[in-house]
């Protein structure tokens, strides 16, 4: 019988231990099941306060390097017009005459379906040639016959759109709707990684923010359909549409703004995981006027390889590990670059018309988030082009998100798993809309700190195309679709997870229950905001009095309601990652001395017992005529005038 000697023993208990660190680092490295729910989704939610940049979340930030595309330049292009022409600095660079090359382009069509196109028969091309079509494969062969140029362009056929169908201008009261969707974005997630993007939205274009937005499914497809249809994706409420084989008797809100007269486009830039697509069969008949998807089909039939690749490449990318052309190009550009190209043909081709698109990218964020801030300015640059064209006149821009990052380490911390469930929701009302009707704007500013859905979005979409701006009507699409509450009416800040259609499995929300006023935490969190008061009006001690308590109204701890749900795979990451616990915030009212002022803070406590105001100390009653000794619009709130 064989009896391994010691050096075989040594060898197989090796082995065992590196076949055991596989197997630990395989079972933390499994997608994490944990699964967190809200053990009450009728309480009055508390919207959880997060840092975007918590330092759990920082040491997981990466940056990645911008893509390098191919530096060899385009021998043709469709202007903004839509004529196809000579790039005459790249003949000039390859020191080509126009005589020296053969020229043709071959259209593309759309036919059977979502998966179907074909390429029509070649046709040359005297420039500069009005394209009748969106997409055409432009090559060009060299005197001996070679091919020595090939590409995929774009372009916007709107006069071919104009014959077949009336679009209407747009007059006084009749908005656009440009929906400007990314995929995993937080709110706090956008302020990381396209701050500049933000900045602009809020503060240059007066975007508005909702920091209650919370999706109502799992992944794309059950958020993307509330939003455009205002109802749930589950065949309850679609009834038959829900097992038909493609989605097109989905009643979509695209088909209301086409029938209304709108021009429509919907452009996503993921052909194989978009919404309508992935594991499904998408549209037998093009859903709008404009359809971006043929586009990226052509490109995958010219370069079936590479294009097959592109996941496994991006991967690599990811490590840093080059072997091919990066992912993110195509030929000599970015490929969000190309897909911001084509929304700005869409909204030059008809200033003048009523538009609606869908726009949705996903490649850039889905699965390596970090990603996205590489288009951090090419997305800036656009908002500021739309702006400079006049196209934000009488445009509202909803610049949203589907859920946050859910696949990756982020969603492994306490931040995370709240981002995860809190995507962005920003939009930008034109001017004209604010100044005709300035009861919206107060109302929405209102209800971005109460609980909101796409289910709402959908209903404020329905009240644009129906010029239903006035604040004492219901929305119309409230009668059909009872989720919806418009975000132009008021949304009542006494909304539940459960009232806002928002599962266990979803619901963000903190609670708060009452706690001792004499508790030792409640005294010093009040005692450090009279201190910070004191200290806020040092400069105007001379006429401001200095404070004291007087007394405490009310005195609220705000506790996660997240429990763990039992789930029946294991994982490492399930040992390692417990319930959220936040124990030791507190919202408190007080009241002080001389001035009867009652003021409310929400604070931690932290471990090391140091307090951590969250936001401003907020004034709730008036000050009146207290304060008119001092100029200071902000301290005003806290100065009592000797």
């Keep these: 019988m064989w009896s391994p000697n010691v050096k075989q023993k040594r060898m197989i208990f090796f082995a065992c231990v590196l076949f055991l660190l596989f197997i630990i680092n395989h079972k933390y490295n499994t997608p994490m099941t944990l699964d967190l729910r809200h053990s009450d989704v009728h309480a009055q939610c508390v919207l959880p306060e997060i840092d975007p940049f918590d330092k759990e979340v920082m040491k997981l930030d990466q940056h990645p390097r911008p893509p390098s595309c191919s530096d060899s330049m385009p021998l043709l292009f469709i202007d903004m017009e839509g004529y196809i022409q000579f790039n005459h600095t790249s003949l000039t660079l390859y020191k080509l005459s126009k005589s020296d090359v053969d020229c043709a382009y071959i259209p593309v069509e759309r036919t059977g379906g979502d998966d179907d196109i074909i390429l029509k028969p070649k046709i040359q091309f005297n420039e500069p040639e009005y394209i009748e079509w969106d997409f055409v494969v432009a090559n060009c062969l060299d005197k001996k016959g070679k091919l020595i140029y090939e590409a995929v362009l774009t372009s916007v056929d709107s006069k071919t759109v104009l014959e077949r169908k009336q679009i209407k201008t747009a007059f006084a009261d009749q908005y656009n709707v440009l929906l400007f969707g990314i995929d995993s974005l937080s709110r706090t997630g956008a302020l990381r990684k396209i701050p500049k993007t933000m900045n602009y939205l809020q503060d240059d274009l007066g975007g ?18 509330p939003l455009l249809t205002g109802k749930r994706a589950d065949k309850t409420d679609l009834g038959p549409a829900w097992e038909h084989y493609y989605f097109d008797d989905y009643p979509l809100i695209q088909y209301n703004y086409s029938h209304a007269g709108y021009v429509t486009m919907y452009a996503e830039d993921w052909p194989y995981f978009s919404t309508f697509n992935y594991l499904a069969n998408g549209f037998k008949v093009q859903p709008t006027d404009h359809y971006l998807r043929p586009m990226y089909l052509t490109m995958k039939k010219l370069a079936p390889v590479s294009t097959s690749l592109e996941q496994v490449n991006l991967y690599l990318e990811n490590k840093h590990i080059k072997i091919l052309p990066s992912s993110l190009c195509y030929k000599h550009r970015t490929k969000h670059v190309i897909f911001l190209e084509y929304l700005k043909r869409f909204l030059n081709a008809y200033k003048t018309k009523l538009k609606f698109s869908f726009s949705w990218m996903s490649e850039l964020s889905h699965d390596y988030p970090y990603y996205l801030e590489i288009a951090d300015q090419d997305f800036t640059d656009f908002l500021k082009w739309m702006k400079f064209e006049g196209h934000l006149n009488n445009t509202v821009l909803v610049f949203l998100s589907d859920h946050g990052s859910r696949i990756d380490d982020l969603r492994n911390t306490a931040v995370g798993r709240i981002e995860a469930r809190m995507p962005l929701l920003t939009i930008v009302l034109p001017e004209r809309l604010k100044q005709q ?25 329905g009240d644009i195309l129906h010029q239903n701006f006035d604040q004492h009507l219901e929305s119309l699409l409230r009668y059909k679709h009872p989720r919806g509450l418009s975000l132009f009416r008021k949304i009542p800040k006494e909304r539940t997870c459960a009232n806002a259609s928002i599962s266990e499995q979803f ?16 005294q010093k969190i009040v005692n450090f905001s009279i201190d910070k008061i004191n200290r806020m009006l040092y400069k105007h001690k001379s006429v401001c009095a200095t404070l004291s308590l007087s007394q405490i109204k009310d005195a609220q701890l705000v506790v996660s309601s997240f429990e763990r749900y039992q789930t029946k795979k294991f994982t490492i990451r399930d040992f390692l990652n417990t319930r959220v616990k936040d124990e030791n915030k507190y919202t408190i009212l007080f009241e002080t001395s001389p001035s009867d002022a009652l003021f409310e803070v929400t604070a931690h406590v932290e471990s090391d017992s140091e307090i951590k105001i969250i936001g401003d100390i907020t004034r709730t009653n008036k000050y009146g005529k207290q304060s008119q000794c001092i100029s200071d619009k902000f301290l005003r709130n806290f100065c009592f005038c000797k």
């Design 507 to 522: 619901c963000p929300c903190f609670i708060s229950k009452p706690t001792d006023i004499k508790s030792p935490n409640v």
């Design 208 to 225: 508005i923010t909702f920091k209650g937005y919370t999706k109502v499914g799992a992944n794309t497809f059950p958020n993307v359909v």
């Design 437 to 461: 009707h300035p009861d919206i704007v107060k109302t929405m500013k209102e209800n971005t700190n109460v609980l909101t859905t796409a289910f709402d979005v959908n209903a404020m979409i």
